[in-house]
């Protein structure tokens, strides 16, 4: 399997407000790269995002600006590309939102949700929570929350559903985003 696991936090509700990034590589099933940077998203923070993610203002104020995190990562997200996440839709949504806020052209890419793969193949858990297939299934998760620990355990989630139930299995959740 080759894909890149995403995640994001955010410094409010605003979609376009990044405040951290985390990409972990995955080739031939086994994780080869990661990448993690704070954001400085250019907006106030909310203080219930600081309680989530733990990461302030402050934090940022000398961080890179997306479109300069854009410049080194964009060509991960490509229409042949694979680009994994635990609640896809809202890290697909971060996305979409900071390329428009910043007059950047959209990116295409083919997605997979693993919360919507735990859903359909572990629907005895209690709920599908990152934190809670990641004990489930035995994955380390150090510390939720914080971008490149959740895009390591996303990615440790869909390997071991790789493992367990078969590639195939996996295809119908693939998505296109435009």
């Not at 080759?2 to 955010?10: M, S």
Request: with cysteine; charged share 15%; proline share 6%.
């Amino acid at each position: 399997m080759n894909f890149i696991a995403i995640d994001f936090e955010t410094a409010s509700g605003k979609r376009f407000s990044a405040c951290s990034l985390a990409l972990t590589v995955v080739r031939d099933s086994q994780i080869t790269d990661q990448f993690y940077t704070l954001i400085n998203p250019q907006t106030p923070f909310f203080w219930r995002n600081v309680q989530i993610h733990g990461i302030h203002e402050q934090d940022v104020a000398n961080a890179p600006t997306f479109p300069a995190v854009w410049e080194h990562i964009h060509s991960f997200f490509t229409p042949e590309k694979l680009v994994v996440a635990h609640n896809a839709s809202f890290d697909n949504s971060v996305l979409k939102n900071t390329l428009a806020h910043y007059n950047l052209a959209p990116a295409q890419y083919l997605t997979l949700d693993t919360l919507r793969t735990s859903q359909t193949l572990y629907p005895e858990l209690v709920n599908h929570k990152l934190n809670t297939v990641a004990d489930a299934l035995q994955i380390e998760l150090h510390h939720h929350h914080n971008a490149l620990d959740d895009a390591q355990a996303c990615a440790n989630i869909l390997l071991t559903q790789a493992r367990q139930f078969g590639p195939q299995k996996l295809t119908p959740f693939i998505k296109p985003v435009h």
